[in-house]
């Protein structure tokens, strides 16, 4: 069956038993069933495809193999998350703090879960899967500026009710961030405070200098309250 076509998922597949008890506790049992019926799918259709690369940023889900969830943001140029053909979604990996949460989750237990949002329709698409880290640089030429990308097997997708989405008004303006298309992007606030510098990886040492110098914390702190992150 091709991604054209939709791919009806089972409830009997979808719900944990502990989600069937309380959807039975409070009556919920026959629209519960309606509702994957109707929204949740097991393959991406066209027009999931179409809103995912059309996104600038998602919430990115992973959980560690005890269970230990974390939700970062995710962003970048438009069409940060690209479809790959056959059920695949890639994103990119960019210059963080060092702590891999995100992608160590995901080597180590591959499950993700993917929050689209768009605060001015509103509308949002919920994607789940099964990732994995890749460093092939096929993949990451899509990506200028990133040092890995993520591959993700979709298992699930749906698109929820968007009524208690709170309109929001977009700004037009991208982060200075984001890498361009050389990959290159401006030297971050963070790594200028003065007690980072022993801490901060080799390619990183010294760039204090070259941009600016050092910065104490309270300074940083005013950074971030203009957003110079």
Partial sequence: MSEKDPVITDPDDFYTDAQRKLQA???????????????????????HIAYIESRDYFFLSTVTAQGE??????????????????????????????????????????????????????????????????????L??????????????????????????????????HSIYVPDAEGRQPFPAWKRVASMQEFLHEDDQGKAAENGGTITQEEYREKLKQGLT
């Avoid at 506790?25 to 027009?47: F, P, Q, S, T």
């Avoid at 995710?74 to 702590?99: R, T």
């Avoid at 001015?120 to 890749?134: H, L, M, N």
């Avoid at 749906?158 to 037009?172: G, S």
């Fill in 25 to 47: 506790e409070n009556g919920h049992e026959k629209l519960a069933r309606g509702v994957v019926k109707a929204i949740v799918r097991d393959a991406l259709e066209d027009d």
């Fill in 69 to 138: 969830p974390t939700v970062s943001y995710k962003g970048g140029p438009v069409g940060l998350v690209k479809h790959l053909g056959d059920g695949k979604l890639v994103f990119p990996n960019y210059d963080g703090n060092g702590m891999w949460l995100s992608m160590g989750n995901i080597d180590e237990a591959c499950k993700v879960g993917m929050l689209f949002m768009d605060f001015e329709t509103p509308w949002r698409i919920r994607v789940q899967g099964d990732a994995k880290i890749s460093k092939d640089p096929r």
């Fill in 140 to 173: 990451m030429a899509h990506f200028p500026g990133c040092n890995m990308v993520a591959v993700v097997d979709v298992t699930r997708v749906f698109q929820n009710c968007a009524r208690m989405i709170h309109k929001h008004k977009r700004v037009e303006e």
